[in-house]
């Protein structure tokens, strides 16, 4: 059974304070990894897509990179304004999209 | 700019009274979306168009309908709504079935009582 695990479930951080995220993953035939930004009320907002192992991605304070079993979603010297929940996604051989429960991050000034 | 807009924003109905939630895209993607994300859950896909084609996921319940009249809209129909119906409706769209990345609208809140 495909499976998307993300950890923490919620992580507090001063600004300036750097960390990571984790997405694992146990998923038949990944056809890619999805990173997506939540804010309270709205809908997810697209932030990456990874396709194979080694594959990286940045935008702005935040890089995401994907090996054969993870995802890390990295965030540097992060502002109050990053706060929202990471939803990490996985898009399977049936063409939709699986996700995680999120990553609630709070960056506190 | 193009986007996903979902009407109404916030919906409050009673339990069993059927209601209908609205999507309309102005990207022209070929594949539109239903998910319902329950408070601190994950977004759960119920079932997706491409084209015409109406593709259900297999748990999805009964009491949830889909139309898609047009290429620019989609609905969502509750036939007789429970408690445990009460969520976050989210649709989204994709270019094509590969999928690649899903644009999301806002959402519609749905609250049953």
């Known amino acids: 059974e495909d499976q998307v695990t993300q950890s923490p479930e919620a992580l507090r951080l001063q600004e300036g304070e750097s960390s990571s995220l984790n997405c694992s993953y146990t998923v038949s035939g990944l056809r890619g990894l999805f990173w997506y930004r939540q804010d309270p009320g709205k809908g997810p907002e697209f932030l990456f897509t990874l396709y194979s192992a080694g594959e990286e991605k940045e935008k702005e304070r935040l890089k995401a990179t994907l090996t054969k079993k993870e995802s890390f979603l990295h965030i540097t010297a992060p502002k109050p304004e990053d706060s929202a929940t990471y939803l990490c996604?996985?898009?399977?051989?049936?063409?939709?999209?699986?996700f995680g429960t999120g990553t609630r991050l709070t960056v506190i000034p | 700019d193009a986007m996903v807009i979902q009407n109404p924003r916030y919906q409050v109905t009673q339990f069993g009274k059927p209601v209908t939630l609205s999507c309309s895209q102005t990207?022209?993607?070929?594949?539109m979306y239903w998910y319902q994300q329950k408070s601190s859950q994950a977004p759960k896909l119920l079932f997706h168009?491409?084209?015409?084609?109406?593709?259900n996921e297999a748990d999805t319940p009964d009491n949830f309908q889909s139309r898609r009249p047009n290429t620019s809209f989609c609905f969502l129909d509750i036939r007789s709504p429970g408690l445990g119906d009460a969520a976050m409706y989210l649709c989204?769209?994709?270019?094509?079935?590969?999928?690649?990345?899903?644009?999301f609208g806002p959402g519609t809140r749905l609250t049953v009582l």
């Open positions: 989204a769209t994709s270019r094509d079935i590969r999928g690649n990345e899903q644009f």
């Open positions: 168009y491409y084209d015409k084609d109406f593709n």
């Open positions: 990207l022209n993607h070929n594949v």
């Open positions: 996604a996985v898009k399977t051989g049936a063409n939709n999209l699986f």
